[in-house]
C-alpha cells in the first residue's frame, strides 16, 4: 500500500475548504432538486474526492482508512450530502482493487467516474456462456443521478441447483433504469434512488462475489471483510455532520441570545457545559471508531476468533458513532432554541441529516447484540456484520 504522507491529505482537505462557497451557492437547489447540482458534483469529481480509494496501480490516492475517514468528515461537516456522496463514491474506487485490471481502467479513466452501489436488495443473476444476464431493482443508489457504472448485488445458483454466493454485478448507465424514488427529508442532495436492470448481460469479468473477493492488490483496504468496508464509508459521515453543526453553533453562540435573555449564548454557563459535552462525545466516538478499524485492520491478518471479535466492535464503534453524533446535533439545537426550525438555520440542515444518515444498516442498534452475543461468549448471531 502507498504511504499516506501528511501532505497528500492536506491536498484534499483543502479541496474540500475550498468547495464551500460553491457549495453555498448551490444549496438551496439541494432540497428542490434532490440532488447535486452538476456543477458541484463536476468541482468534487474534479478535486479527485470519488477516487480516494483507488489503487495506487491506477493513479489512485490509495488513502488509508484513518486518512478516508478525515476527508469523509470535511466534507460532511460542509454538508451533509456531500459528505455521504464522498463517502460512497470514494468507497466504491476501492473496486479497482477487486475487478480485472483492464476493467477497472476502463472504469476509471474517466476521471469523473462514480460508481453507485447497492446491497440493500438482492437481483438473480443466471449463469449464460461469457457470464450471466442479470434482472434486479436496487434501492438506496446514491449518486444515482450522476453514475457513470453501478454495483447491484445478485443472488446466483451453481450447476446443481445449490445457492451459490452472491456477486456484485457491474452495469454500464446505459443499462439502467433510475427510478425517481428519493423524497426525503434528509440527505435529499444524494439523489439516492432505486436503480434497475432487466435481463442485462453482464460479463463474468465485471463481476466478483460480495464476501471473500480476491483482491488483485496489496493494500490493506482491499483486503478487510467487504461488510466491514461498506459501514466505514458511511460510518464518518453522521460524526461529520456533528462537527458542521458545532462550527455553526459556535458561530451562531457569539452572536445570538435566547429571547427575554440579554447574555450571549456563548456566556451563559449552561451552554458552556452542554458544548463541552458536546466535543467530549464527538472526540471519544471518534477515537472508539478509530481504535476498532486499527484493531480490524491488524485481526484481517489474522483471522479466526480475533477477527469475528474486531469485527463486531467495529460494527458497534460504527453505530456508536452515530448514536454520539445524534445526541450532540440534538444537544446543540435545543441550546439554539426555535431559530434551528427555520431553514435559514444551518444547524436546521445538519438536525435533518444526521437523522437520515443514522438509519443506514451499518449503524443499526441491532450491532450492539451482535457485539454482546460476541462478548457473552456466543456466536454473532448474524454472518453479516
Not at 178 to 207: K, Y
Amino acid at each position: 500500500m502507498l504511504a499516506n504522507s501528511p501532505g497528500r491529505i492536506a491536498n484534499y482537505l483543502d479541496a474540500v475548504a475550498r468547495l464551500t462557497p460553491l457549495i453555498a451557492e448551490h444549496r438551496a437547489a439541494f432540497d428542490n432538486e434532490r440532488r447535486l447540482p452538476d456543477a458541484v458534483f463536476n468541482a468534487l469529481a474534479d478535486a479527485g474526492l470519488f477516487r480516494l480509494w483507488l489503487p495506487g496501480a491506477l493513479g489512485g490516492p490509495e488513502l488509508s482508512p484513518d486518512d478516508f475517514m478525515s476527508v469523509v468528515e470535511a466534507a460532511s461537516a460542509l454538508d451533509g450530502s456531500v459528505g455521504w456522496l464522498v463517502g460512497n463514491g470514494a468507497g466504491m474506487s476501492r473496486v479497482g482493487g477487486y475487478l480485472p485490471m483492464p476493467v477497472a481502467r476502463e472504469i476509471f479513466s474517466d476521471p469523473r467516474a462514480f460508481v453507485t452501489s447497492a446491497t440493500g436488495a438482492v437481483g438473480m443473476a443466471q449463469k449464460v456462456e461469457g457470464g450471466y444476464r442479470v434482472t434486479g431493482r436496487w434501492p438506496f443508489g446514491s449518486g444515482a443521478h450522476h453514475a457513470s457504472h453501478f454495483m447491484g448485488l445478485a443472488a446466483t445458483k451453481e450447476a446443481s441447483g445449490k445457492d451459490a454466493p452472491p456477486l456484485c454485478c457491474y452495469f454500464e448507465r446505459r443499462d439502467v433504469i433510475v427510478h425517481d424514488t428519493w423524497r426525503t427529508s434528509g440527505l435529499r442532495a444524494t439523489g439516492s434512488c432505486d436503480f434497475e436492470v432487466r435481463d442485462r448481460f453482464v460479463p463474468e469479468q465485471r463481476t466478483h462475489v460480495f464476501v471473500g473477493a480476491c483482491p488483485t492488490q496489496n493494500g490493506i483496504v482491499y483486503r478487510l471483510p467487504a461488510v466491514s468496508v461498506f459501514a466505514w464509508t458511511v460510518s464518518a459521515v453522521p460524526l461529520g455532520i456533528a462537527r458542521g453543526a458545532m462550527d455553526a453553533f459556535v458561530e451562531l453562540a457569539s452572536r445570538k441570545a435566547r429571547q427575554g435573555i440579554s447574555t450571549l449564548l456563548r456566556d451563559r454557563e449552561i451552554v458552556q457545559s452542554n458544548y463541552g459535552r458536546a466535543d467530549a462525545l464527538h472526540r471519544a466516538a471518534r477515537a472508539f471508531l478509530i481504535e476498532a478499524m486499527t484493531e480490524l485492520m491488524t485481526a484481517t491478518a489474522e483471522q479466526g476468533p480475533r477477527l469475528v471479535n474486531a469485527r463486531a466492535v467495529f460494527r458497534t464503534a460504527c453505530t456508536h458513532a452515530a448514536d454520539s453524533a445524534v445526541r450532540i446535533v440534538d444537544m446543540l439545537a435545543a441550546e439554539a432554541g426555535a431559530a434551528v426550525i427555520f431553514e435559514a438555520s444551518p444547524i436546521e440542515r445538519y438536525v435533518r441529516d444526521v437523522q437520515a444518515a443514522v438509519k443506514h444498516i451499518a449503524m443499526s442498534p441491532n450491532n450492539y447484540v451482535v457485539s454482546g452475543r460476541v462478548g457473552l461468549g456466543l456466536d454473532p448471531g448474524t454472518s453479516r456484520f
